[in-house]
């Protein structure tokens, strides 16, 4: 039998109605605040994270094939490459790996209802495919034409700007270099994309890569890159390596996403000092708590510390009695905290209730990402820091003197 454990529980469960019950509840409620608080900043931030870096892979994929130093801006003026289809075949094959697809882009000039737009197409094929992260209106293009799609898609930030919608027709201007009259094709808006990220909405449109093809004048075939996609991004660079090392001949280089947007994904690491920060001071806050919780427990709990002593129990012993109490009140405060966390990402998940500026945040609604071993490593870690907090209180045990509160009923 454990006596120190059975004294404190059977102690914790009779104080009703006094002070101490009121120590004890102040404690359990800000202990189990403290770890909600941690464990929705820890949901909000990787929610956050993961939600934009899906926006940005689900239309950028996450790592690119082409020659070095090739700016999609002057696309027109670089050579092309040739269709490999066992190379293609050899990455497809790479564990992770779920789709490899060539593409174009070219800079170009998009006019209607007296406005223009400057945009970069990016010629896609009919089997490319973009994840979750990208919301459509309208239709998808329609590659059944022999020669190429007339029909393009374009953002809703551009189509905000030239007050466009989809089914409108539009005028397509590309600047040749060298040459004083662009080239002029007249298309359809087959529909309206949304990613939410300033940086992918004003500059991009989607359209058949044969339209780029001919406006190129290249050959069938010929294309500026490849797009990978990966089922998980924590693989980025080990599969970005292995393509260049096994799969790729000078002048062909691979990039992650995050070299190219190198300034993205260092805004997103700023986003874990945020939630360290905040964990730092609901740790401390729940520590500080606990920890003058268990003072006010020992002076009111003198006579029994007492009448221990007077009984022969050595101060180790009755030390675990406090440290079980602390032990108890934590442990109540860490599960109330993990209900309250759940349970409010569970109602936000379902309903989306709290709000967003997209304009600012690049998200609509807080996103909520359960991850079980941050629960798992917030609930032991907020556990171990209380008991190593409360050794220094229990000091005070060795104060108590039986015959001095025992001569008092």
């Not at 120190?4 to 529980?9: G, M, N, Q």
């Not at 007050?163 to 270099?177: I, P, S, T």
């Amino acid at each position: 039998m454990n006596l120190p454990f059975l004294i404190a529980r059977r102690n914790l469960l009779r104080q009703k109605g006094g002070f101490s019950s009121f120590i004890i509840r102040i404690a359990i409620i800000a202990t189990s605040l403290s770890v909600a608080v941690m464990l929705i900043s820890l949901a909000v931030v990787g929610g956050f994270k993961y939600s934009i870096r899906e926006k940005l892979y689900s239309f950028e994929g996450h790592i690119h094939i082409h020659e070095y130093g090739n700016n999609p801006s002057k696309a027109s003026s670089m050579p092309p490459l040739e269709e490999d289809g066992y190379m293609e075949e050899q990455v497809a094959a790479i564990p992770h790996v779920i789709q490899i697809a060539p593409y174009i882009k070219r800079a170009g000039i998009i006019q209607c209802n007296g406005k223009m737009e400057g945009v970069i197409l990016k010629g896609i094929p009919d089997s490319f495919y973009f994840s979750k992260g990208i919301t459509f209106t309208g239709k998808k293009i329609d590659y059944s034409d022999t020669a190429y799609s007339k029909e393009i898609q374009i953002s809703q930030t551009t189509a905000d700007r030239l007050e466009l919608k989809a089914g409108d027709d539009v005028q397509l201007y590309f600047l040749e270099q060298g040459s004083t009259f662009p080239r002029i094709r007249k298309v359809r808006i087959a529909g309206i994309y949304h990613t939410g990220m300033a940086e992918l909405d004003k500059q991009y449109g989607l359209c058949d890569i044969r339209l780029l093809q001919h406006i190129n004048s290249w050959p069938e075939g010929s294309i500026s890159g490849y797009q990978v996609s990966l089922d998980d991004d924590e693989y980025d660079t080990a599969i970005a390596n292995e393509i260049l090392d096994r799969h790729l001949t000078s002048p062909l280089y691979s990039f992650t996403m995050k070299e190219t947007y190198s300034d993205v994904f260092a805004w997103l690491q700023l986003m874990d000092v945020n939630a360290l920060v905040i964990l730092t001071i609901m740790a401390i806050v729940a520590m500080i708590n606990l920890a003058v919780a268990l003072i006010i427990l020992i002076v009111e709990q003198a006579r029994m510390v007492g009448i221990l002593k007077a009984q022969g129990m050595s101060m180790g012993a009755i030390r675990m009695v406090f440290l079980y109490y602390a032990g108890l009140i934590a442990g109540v405060g860490i599960v109330v905290g993990n209900i309250v966390a759940l349970g409010l990402a569970w109602i936000q998940i379902q309903t989306g209730f709290l709000k967003l500026s997209e304009a600012s945040y690049i998200i609509s609604k807080v996103e909520f990402r359960i991850v079980w071993w941050h629960f798992v490593a917030v609930d032991v870690a907020t556990l171990l820091l209380c008991f190593v907090c409360m050794l220094l209180p229990t000091l005070y045990l060795r104060r108590v003197q039986p015959a001095r509160v025992l001569q008092f009923k």
